[in-house]
């Protein structure tokens, strides 16, 4: 599976998105870390961000960025649980960080 990998397009980071349908995403803001490897100081910027503004979900994930090869259990968990409804609280900061239990 290696082989098939590519890096990944830094237009993913620059090119700004259209929405369409913008109400269907508001309030689903989610950031996933993938904390083992190379950290590049943008990423530890992104989570400093994502951490101190409200409204942003954190979730981290114990493997390298390519969880789905390496961490998929994990992963395909944290998506599930991500995809679930969020409870209804007037504090958007409760219950948004947290971590995922580290790849096996």
Known sequence: MNGKLTPHPIKAFTDPLRVTDAARFAGRRTFVYCSVGDVAVWASRMVARVRAEPGWRYRELA????????????????????AQPRPNRSDSRFGVHGSVRSAS
């Open 63 to 82: 493997t390298g960025h390519d969880a789905m090869i390496t961490a998929p259990r994990d992963l395909a968990e944290l998506l599930l649980e991500l």
